[in-house]
Protein backbone atom coordinates (compact mmCIF):
# COMPACT_ATOMS: atom_id res chain seq x y z
CA UNK A 1 0.00 0.00 0.00
CA UNK A 2 1.21 3.36 -1.21
CA UNK A 3 0.66 6.70 0.95
CA UNK A 4 0.83 9.98 -0.35
CA UNK A 5 1.57 13.20 1.31
CA UNK A 6 0.78 16.72 -0.65
CA UNK A 7 2.62 19.75 1.39
CA UNK A 8 3.10 23.38 0.36
CA UNK A 9 0.11 25.02 -0.17
CA UNK A 10 -1.50 27.85 1.15
CA UNK A 11 -2.27 31.47 0.16
CA UNK A 12 -0.25 33.82 -2.31
CA UNK A 13 -0.89 36.64 -4.08
CA UNK A 14 -1.17 37.02 -7.68
CA UNK A 15 2.22 36.69 -9.66
CA UNK A 16 3.53 34.83 -6.58
CA UNK A 17 5.23 31.27 -6.44
CA UNK A 18 4.42 28.24 -4.59
CA UNK A 19 6.05 25.01 -4.41
CA UNK A 20 4.01 21.64 -3.35
CA UNK A 21 5.61 18.38 -2.92
CA UNK A 22 4.30 14.76 -2.47
CA UNK A 23 5.87 12.44 -0.75
CA UNK A 24 5.12 8.44 -0.88
CA UNK A 25 5.81 6.51 1.77
CA UNK A 26 4.82 2.25 2.43
CA UNK A 27 6.96 1.24 -0.28
CA UNK A 28 8.97 2.92 -2.91
CA UNK A 29 7.61 4.58 -6.51
CA UNK A 30 10.47 5.03 -8.28
CA UNK A 31 9.93 3.68 -11.87
CA UNK A 32 6.26 4.22 -11.23
CA UNK A 33 4.27 7.48 -13.09
CA UNK A 34 3.15 10.70 -10.90
CA UNK A 35 0.76 13.41 -11.37
CA UNK A 36 -0.84 16.30 -10.11
CA UNK A 37 -4.33 16.91 -10.25
CA UNK A 38 -6.39 19.74 -8.85
CA UNK A 39 -9.78 20.54 -8.23
CA UNK A 40 -11.84 24.12 -7.98
CA UNK A 41 -14.76 24.32 -5.93
CA UNK A 42 -17.94 23.50 -8.18
CA UNK A 43 -15.73 22.19 -10.71
CA UNK A 44 -14.54 18.49 -11.84
CA UNK A 45 -10.94 17.32 -11.04
CA UNK A 46 -8.78 18.42 -13.46
CA UNK A 47 -5.32 16.99 -15.00
CA UNK A 48 -2.08 19.69 -14.28
CA UNK A 49 0.83 17.54 -15.36
CA UNK A 50 2.58 14.20 -15.03
CA UNK A 51 6.19 12.96 -14.93
CA UNK A 52 7.55 9.53 -15.77
CA UNK A 53 9.05 6.65 -13.08
CA UNK A 54 12.11 8.13 -14.35
CA UNK A 55 11.46 11.55 -14.39
CA UNK A 56 12.89 11.89 -17.78
CA UNK A 57 9.90 12.69 -19.40
CA UNK A 58 6.44 14.88 -18.63
CA UNK A 59 3.58 16.50 -19.66
CA UNK A 60 1.28 19.67 -18.58
CA UNK A 61 -2.06 20.90 -18.52
CA UNK A 62 -2.11 23.64 -21.69
CA UNK A 63 -3.71 26.25 -18.68
CA UNK A 64 -0.57 25.76 -16.81
CA UNK A 65 2.18 25.02 -19.81
CA UNK A 66 5.17 27.92 -19.36
CA UNK A 67 4.11 28.71 -15.41
CA UNK A 68 4.29 25.41 -13.92
CA UNK A 69 6.95 22.68 -13.61
CA UNK A 70 6.92 18.61 -12.41
CA UNK A 71 9.46 17.07 -11.27
CA UNK A 72 10.52 14.03 -8.85
CA UNK A 73 13.48 13.53 -6.28
CA UNK A 74 13.35 9.02 -6.28
CA UNK A 75 15.45 9.37 -3.92
CA UNK A 76 13.40 10.36 -1.40
CA UNK A 77 10.20 9.02 -2.99
CA UNK A 78 9.09 13.03 -3.66
CA UNK A 79 7.38 14.75 -6.49
CA UNK A 80 7.46 18.43 -6.99
CA UNK A 81 5.21 20.95 -8.40
CA UNK A 82 7.05 24.30 -8.98
CA UNK A 83 3.99 26.80 -9.89
CA UNK A 84 5.17 30.73 -10.62
CA UNK A 85 3.39 33.05 -12.34
CA UNK A 86 0.25 32.27 -10.08
CA UNK A 87 -3.26 33.32 -11.33
CA UNK A 88 -6.70 33.17 -9.13
CA UNK A 89 -8.26 30.62 -11.47
CA UNK A 90 -5.05 28.36 -10.07
CA UNK A 91 -7.05 28.44 -6.79
CA UNK A 92 -8.36 24.65 -5.87
CA UNK A 93 -7.21 21.93 -3.98
CA UNK A 94 -4.20 20.24 -5.58
CA UNK A 95 -3.72 16.12 -5.33
CA UNK A 96 -0.86 14.18 -6.45
CA UNK A 97 -1.27 10.77 -7.50
CA UNK A 98 0.48 7.77 -8.59
CA UNK A 99 0.04 5.15 -11.49
CA UNK A 100 1.33 1.36 -11.32
CA UNK A 101 3.14 0.40 -14.45
CA UNK A 102 5.23 -1.96 -15.35
CA UNK A 103 7.28 1.22 -17.37
CA UNK A 104 9.12 3.95 -16.19
CA UNK A 105 8.75 5.75 -19.64
CA UNK A 106 5.23 6.35 -19.46
CA UNK A 107 3.76 9.36 -19.00
CA UNK A 108 0.17 8.99 -18.21
CA UNK A 109 -2.65 11.84 -19.07
CA UNK A 110 -5.43 12.92 -17.48
CA UNK A 111 -7.37 9.68 -18.61
CA UNK A 112 -5.28 7.42 -17.33
CA UNK A 113 -6.14 5.57 -13.83
CA UNK A 114 -4.23 6.23 -11.13
CA UNK A 115 -4.03 3.64 -8.39
CA UNK A 116 -3.30 5.96 -5.27
CA UNK A 117 -4.15 9.35 -4.07
CA UNK A 118 -2.94 12.20 -1.53
CA UNK A 119 -5.36 13.70 0.57
CA UNK A 120 -4.83 17.05 -0.82
CA UNK A 121 -3.23 20.96 -0.08
CA UNK A 122 -5.05 24.15 -0.98
CA UNK A 123 -3.74 26.27 -2.90
CA UNK A 124 -5.65 30.05 -3.02
CA UNK A 125 -4.17 33.00 -5.25
CA UNK A 126 -5.74 36.05 -4.20
CA UNK A 127 -6.09 38.86 -6.73
Known amino acids: QVQLAESGGGLVQTGGSLTLSCAAS????????MAWFRQAPGKEREFVAS????????SLADSVKGRFTISRDNAKNTAYLQMNSLLPEDTAAYYC????????????????????WGQGTQVTVSS
Open 26 to 33: GRTVTNWP
Open 51 to 58: ISGRGRGT
Open 97 to 116: AVKISPYSTVVPGPRDVYNY
